[in-house]
């Protein structure tokens, strides 16, 4: 399906600058991308498994690293998901597939009527986007955010992606349990993100992780539709899901993974290069959200490990269960 510029980026503007009274206005082109909407007709070839080493290896490649006893953030209350700029049939498709990635990695989802707390859009501007959210939103962004979104613009890379992050305390409530007044299923925190950061458990004390975990309030990404060529929704929903729930580098070296990830997506061919979330990426996200909040970030790769045996095991199972 071929998309025109400029019908993304002012879909995207009106659905995420909803409480604003000014859409934002894309420049005029003629220009279109082709987006791949039908099933994929590449053949892909089967995964060979991997060796414990290559696994725990491959998880160190892809995870964004951190002190042994420091908490990796992640969702904890239910993921509730909005996506823009593709249309209402083709935003419920790539939605519905990184809702059922993240059901696959063991997180649950929010009601129908949520408060979305991940947020994928795909425009022809994104620093313009971004920069006007900056200004107007700036509650959902921090520091560190800013700075990756200004190098991955700089970079000229296909997406922007960030996250904000809390400690969860036992008397607060979740974002989706105060009722904070933000637009349901697509507003998103714009009335007080800083508020809205999901806190409503306690855990005790262990010697494996916080007392306080980090938890990940909420998450963006954008994509600039200039340069998803060829990309199919399917690889747009996957690479889309591993930056929205996990914790990916920024400086991983795409040509010495141990194992192969989405997250190389836009490092070569898009035709050729992973079509899904690979093994790899499953056993991730699952060990990350498998853990109990708040565990050491040094314990994912033994979580992950044992995510991939079983991600492994059902598939193995499945093959022989064909006629």
């Known amino acids: 399906m071929r998309l025109p510029f400029s019908t993304s980026l002012s879909t995207a503007a ?9 859409a934002l206005q894309a420049q005029d082109s003629s220009e279109t991308v082709s987006i791949r909407t039908a099933e994929p007709e590449i053949e892909v070839t089967a995964e060979r498994p991997l060796r414990e080493d290559e696994v725990r290896q491959g998880v160190k490649d892809i995870a964004h690293s951190r002190r042994p006893k420091e908490a990796i953030p992640r969702f904890i209350d239910p993921l509730c998901l909005t996506v823009v700029g593709l249309g209402a049939e083709l935003s419920e498709r790539v939605a519905q597939r990184v809702r059922t ?15 979305a707390n991940a947020v994928i859009m795909v425009v022809d501007r994104p620093g313009v986007l971004v920069d006007r ?18 190098t991955e613009i700089n970079r000229g890379l296909p ?14 409530r979740s974002a989706n349990e105060q009722n904070s007044g933000a637009i349901a299923g697509s507003g998103f925190l714009f009335d007080d993100a800083g508020a809205n950061v999901a806190q409503e458990r306690e855990y005790g004390a262990s010697r494996f992780r916080a007392s306080l975990p980090r938890t ?3 998450s963006f990404i954008v994509f600039d539709v200039r340069q998803l060529e060829n990309v199919h929704l399917n690889q747009l929903a996957d690479f889309a899901t591993l930056q929205l729930l996990g914790s990916p580098r920024r400086n991983y070296d795409a040509n010495n993974l141990a194992a192969a990830s989405i997250l190389t997506l836009f490092d070569g061919d898009v035709l050729t290069g992973p079509q899904s979330l690979t093994q790899l990426d499953k056993a991730y996200l699952r060990g990350l959200y498998t853990m109990p909040p708040g565990t050491w970030g040094s314990r994912l790769e033994t979580y992950s490990k044992r995510a991939y045996e079983e991600i492994a095991g059902a598939e193995a199972a499945r093959e022989q269960a064909a006629p």
Do not use: H, K, M, Y
């Not at 009106?14 to 000014?22: E, K, N």
């Not at 990635?101 to 408060?115: F, I, M």
């Not at 959210?133 to 200004?150: K, T």
């Open 14 to 22: 009106l659905a995420i600058a909803a409480a604003s009274p000014v």
């Open 101 to 115: 990635n993240a059901q696959d990695a063991g997180l649950e989802l929010g009601e129908p009527d949520c408060t």
């Open 133 to 150: 959210l900056r200004r107007e939103r700036p509650q959902i962004f921090n520091a560190a955010a800013v700075r990756d979104i200004r």
């Open 159 to 172: 997406f922007v992606a960030w996250n904000i992050e809390g400690v969860q305390s036992r008397l607060a």
């Open 216 to 218: 990940r309030s909420s």
